[in-house]
């Protein structure tokens, strides 16, 4: 099989704070991670693609100082919300794909809400 | 660069109708092909997917869906849908060549009625 986790599959946190969300491939390894982010009935956006060992790639108006990405390990990369605020309230999925194959993986998925 | 289209918002059928759901999309190049399926309060779910070969695929629960390439169109099918079927549908795209990230369709919602 090809699983993949996310920690925490919820969390709330205060205005300012910040938030560390963990994205493991627990039985494959992965150059590659993906991360996504879901509004409320709306689709799932791509903010950056996370590579083991190199700077993250970020999509076109994501905050790169906002969210900082860390692929330390091939089985785990983390996205941490800097100083987050209530806009930043949203669904955050990762997925990871082995290596040169097509498919996708994706994780349960961590909802985070800013208060 | 790429971009999915899905044309219906919202799907209302009853139970055992018939279910086509469109997809298409803009890419110059050679695509995979995906449907996934994000029940409520769930995670996304493959429901399944086209890289090449046979144009026609099936999937998990008794859904298909045909790639027209000339159409750039990959719709999903299913022949009689259930209360169950009740959910999220989103179709999606990434380059040929793995590893690359996808691209979603804004979704469709599939309500079934008893």
């Known amino acids: 099989g090809a699983v993949v986790s996310q920690h925490p599959s919820w969390v709330i946190c205060k205005s300012g704070t910040s938030v560390k969300i963990e994205c493991r491939s627990l039985d494959f390894q992965a150059t590659t991670m993906f991360w996504y982010r879901q509004f409320p009935k709306q689709s799932l956006m791509l903010m950056a693609t996370s590579n083991e060992g190199s700077k993250a790639t970020y999509e076109q108006g994501v905050e790169k100082d906002k969210f900082l990405i860390n692929h330390a390990s091939l089985t785990l990369s983390t996205l941490t919300v800097t100083s987050a605020h209530p806009e930043d309230s949203s669904f955050y999925i990762c997925?990871?794909?082995?290596?040169?194959?097509?498919?996708?993986?994706f994780g349960p998925g961590t909802r985070l809400t800013v208060t | 660069a790429q971009s999915v289209s899905q044309h219906n918002h919202h799907v209302i059928l009853s139970e055992a109708a018939s279910l086509e759901l469109g997809c298409n999309y803009s890419y110059g190049g050679t695509v995979n092909l995906f449907w996934y399926v994000q029940y409520p309060g769930q995670h996304l779910q493959l429901l399944l997917k086209y890289f090449s070969g046979d144009p026609l695929v099936k999937g998990i629960k008794g859904f298909e869906a045909e790639f027209i390439k000339s159409k750039f169109s990959f719709n999903l099918r299913k022949p009689s849908v259930q209360w169950s079927d009740t959910a999220e549908y989103f179709c999606a795209v990434n380059a040929l060549g793995g590893n690359t990230p996808l691209v979603f369709g804004k979704g469709t919602r599939l309500s079934v009625i008893a």
């Open positions: 997925s990871a794909g082995k290596p040169a194959a097509y498919e996708q993986y």
